[in-house]
Nanobody
Framework: QARLVESGGGLVQAGGSLRLSCASASGYIGAYAMAWFRQAPGKEREFVGS???????DYADSVKGRFTISQDRGKHMMFLQMNSLKPEDTGVYYC???????????????WGQGTQVTVSS
C-alpha cells in the first residue's frame, strides 16, 4: 500500500518556479502510475498531470509547456517542476497513485495530504 507525502509548496511571485516532491512513506510505489491534482479555493480538484512507471507523461492543457513531471523510482519519489507560474495555479497540490494512468480523480486510490502553492500577482 502506498502512503504518499507531498512537500515543496510555498509562496512565489507570478513568473517564478517551484518544485514539488511526492514521497512514498511506505517506501513502495512499484508499478503504480503517479499523478498530480490541484484544488483551488472554492473549486473542484482537477488533474494536473501524470507519469507511468515507464516515464510516459500526460498533462492538462492548462500546464503544458510550463510544468514537468519526473520520478525517481529507486527513491520512491515523484516531482513536479512548475515554471512560469500564474496566479491561477494557486491551490493545494496533491499526489496520487493507481495501477494505470488516468485523468479521473475518482479512479485514484492513494492520496497524499496536499501541499499549498500560492502564486502572487
Amino acid at each position: 500500500q502506498a502512503r504518499l507525502v507531498e512537500s515543496g509548496g510555498g509562496l512565489v511571485q507570478a513568473g517564478g518556479s517551484l518544485r514539488l516532491s511526492c514521497a512514498s512513506a511506505s517506501g513502495y510505489i512499484g508499478a503504480y502510475a503517479m499523478a498530480w491534482f490541484r484544488q483551488a479555493p472554492g473549486k473542484e480538484r482537477e488533474f494536473v498531470g501524470s507519469i507511468s512507471w515507464s516515464d510516459v507523461t500526460d498533462y492538462a492543457d492548462s500546464v503544458k509547456g510550463r510544468f514537468t513531471i519526473s520520478q525517481d523510482r529507486g527513491k520512491h519519489m515523484m516531482f513536479l517542476q512548475m515554471n512560469s507560474l500564474k496566479p491561477e495555479d494557486t491551490g493545494v497540490y496533491y499526489c496520487a497513485a493507481r495501477f494505470a494512468q488516468s485523468t479521473a480523480l475518482d479512479e485514484y486510490k492513494y492520496w497524499g495530504q496536499g501541499t499549498q502553492v500560492t502564486v502572487s500577482s
